[in-house]
């Protein structure tokens, strides 16, 4: 898995959008309606670092770091502590990502 391939599952989930997020392009939800707010963000890559973090809920995030303790971490910051998860891409399959990324787009809609 890498960032590019990413980049593309995420917006091709559908409703989603790209925007730059402090200089990383991140994904979110697209605005229900034309000029409206946009929905909650689902991801955010690390292109240097070649990670992406999917945000979640802490549930989400404890059974994804059981499945897979090597591609998948609580973000070191009090985000990871509500459920912002660094998934390491080359560590992880595409179904293996993309599985997490649907995760992280259903948690969005809530």
Known sequence: ????????????LGNVEEYDHFGKPAYRLAPK?????????????????RHAVLMLDVELQTKL????????????????????????LNKLTPQGFEQALRAAHTHAQR
């Open 65 to 88: 770091i059981e499945s897979n303790s090597e591609a998948f971490r609580p973000h070191p910051t009090k985000w990871g502590a509500k459920g912002a998860t660094i998934a390491e």
């Open 1 to 12: 898995m890498n960032v590019e391939e990413a980049r593309q599952l995420a917006l091709s």
């Open 33 to 49: 309606l034309a000029g409206g707010k946009p929905g909650r963000t689902l991801m955010t890559l690390w292109l240097d670092e």
